[in-house]
T-cell receptor, first 115, second 111 residues
């Protein structure tokens, strides 16, 4: 069974630009969560999608948005990039996302550098 | 105060040593406790999951939860160089997926 895939793996953007990251969950998984990982703040929850609906949201500004398609693939978008948005963006999938005992499987991440 | 505190290390030990990794948390509503391992340039992978206070063992790994002290630990016996990675504790109050992670402890096991 293929794991969670994320594209692109690396990205360089400049301040003020916008970026779209993609995540394909494990086949059969319908819940997709996004996390931001930085050396200073660690791993922080961005949002979670299930059946094309955002079900949960972390404490990030509105510049961070996402969506999920009918095939469970998800994208996240960051508009008006700031230097502080440089981070590893991780996507995780699980079957339904209901219940903490359901294992979340993480992808390798997209490393974004904002210059 | 962060909801989950974890010493970032780094922690360097010789091969074969017993490693102890710890986290403290502030909210007694947290019920589910996990340990993830993250190798360089990879996403985190789930190592252990526990719900109640007490110990849970899986091979060389033992997870311990003390809800009265809001303290969770991961012990690695007979540590190997392949255990060199960052270990992250993660906590959730249940319901939908929203994990709160510790800062992660970087572990190096040298031969």
């Amino acid at each position: 069974k293929a794991g969670v895939t994320q594209t692109p793996r690396y990205l360089i953007k400049t301040r003020g630009q916008q970026v779209t990251l993609s995540c394909s969950p494990i086949s059969g998984h319908r819940s997709v969560s996004w996390y931001q990982q930085t050396p200073g703040q660690g791993l922080q929850f961005l949002f979670e999608y299930f059946s094309e609906t955002q079900r949960n949201k972390g404490n990030f500004p509105g510049r961070f948005s996402g969506r999920q398609f009918s095939n469970s693939r998800s994208e996240m978008n960051v508009s008006t990039l700031e230097l502080g948005d440089s981070a590893l963006y991780l996507c995780a999938s699980s079957h339904t996302g209901q219940g903490a005992q359901e294992t979340q499987y993480f992808g390798p991440g997209t490393r974004l550098l904002v210059l | 105060q962060k909801e989950v505190e974890q010493d970032p290390g780094p922690l360097s030990v010789p091969e074969g040593a017993i490693v102890s990794l710890n986290c403290t948390y502030s909210n007694s509503a947290f019920q589910y406790f996990m340990w993830y391992r993250q190798y360089s340039r990879k996403g985190p992978e789930l190592l252990m999951y526990t719900y109640s206070s007490g110990n849970k063992e899986d091979g060389r790994f033992t997870a311990q939860v003390d809800k009265s002290s809001k303290y969770i630990s991961l012990f690695i016996r007979d540590s190997q160089p392949s255990d060199s990675a960052t270990y992250l504790c993660a906590i959730t109050s249940g319901g939908y997926n929203k994990l709160i992670f510790g800062a992660g402890t970087r572990l190096a096991v040298h031969p």
